[in-house]
């Protein structure tokens, strides 16, 4: 497992990376930045990682960091996205790959905007 460290506009967050072949392939890329994009309660930009899902999942848990293959996208949930039905199930565009877990403080992710730099690096 990776410690990261996740800084979008003036916040900051801690969080891990499961021990998965592509969560490590990420793992060993970074840093990495881009721009953020918003959907709902979801912060997602393109990495420079191409890769499919090896276990796809159509939906994920608040705090939950997932790669979205169409996008090459790193995503963050941290809250329902606009085709989310309820707080406890929340629903990507389409199928993600989990990868990872925000810790703690992601609900400070509502403050970041699109069009903020979002950066990823090795805690």
Same mark, same amino acid.
């Given at each position: 497992?990776?410690? @990261?460290? $996740?800084? #979008?506009?003036?916040?900051?967050?801690?969080?891990?990376? %499961?021990?998965?072949? =592509? &969560?490590?392939?990420?793992?060993?890329?970074?840093?990495?930045?881009?721009?953020?994009?918003?959907?709902?309660?979801?912060?997602?930009?393109? @990495?420079? $990682?191409? #890769?499919?899902?090896?276990?796809?999942?159509?939906?994920? %848990?608040?705090?939950? =960091? &997932?790669?979205?293959?169409?996008?090459?996208?790193?995503?963050?949930?941290?809250?329902?996205?606009?085709?989310?039905?309820?707080?406890?199930? @929340?629903?990507?565009?389409?199928?993600?790959?989990?990868?990872?877990?925000?810790?703690?403080?992601?609900?400070?992710?509502?403050?970041?905007?699109?069009?903020?730099?979002?950066?990823?690096?090795?805690?």
């Amino acid at each position: 497992m990776g410690k @990261i460290k $996740i800084t #979008a506009g003036d916040v900051s967050i801690e969080a891990e990376l %499961k021990d998965t072949k =592509l &969560a490590n392939k990420i793992l060993e890329a970074l840093p990495l930045e881009g721009v953020a994009n918003t959907w709902g309660y979801e912060i997602y930009f393109s @990495i420079p $990682i191409e #890769a499919k899902a090896e276990h796809p999942r159509k939906s994920v %848990k608040i705090g939950d =960091l &997932a790669y979205w293959p169409p996008g090459n996208a790193f995503c963050l949930f941290y809250g329902r996205t606009p085709i989310s039905a309820t707080d406890e199930e @929340i629903l990507p565009a389409s199928e993600v790959e989990v990868i990872g877990k925000m810790k703690r403080g992601f609900e400070k992710l509502k403050k970041v905007r699109s069009g903020q730099l979002v950066k990823i690096e090795k805690a």
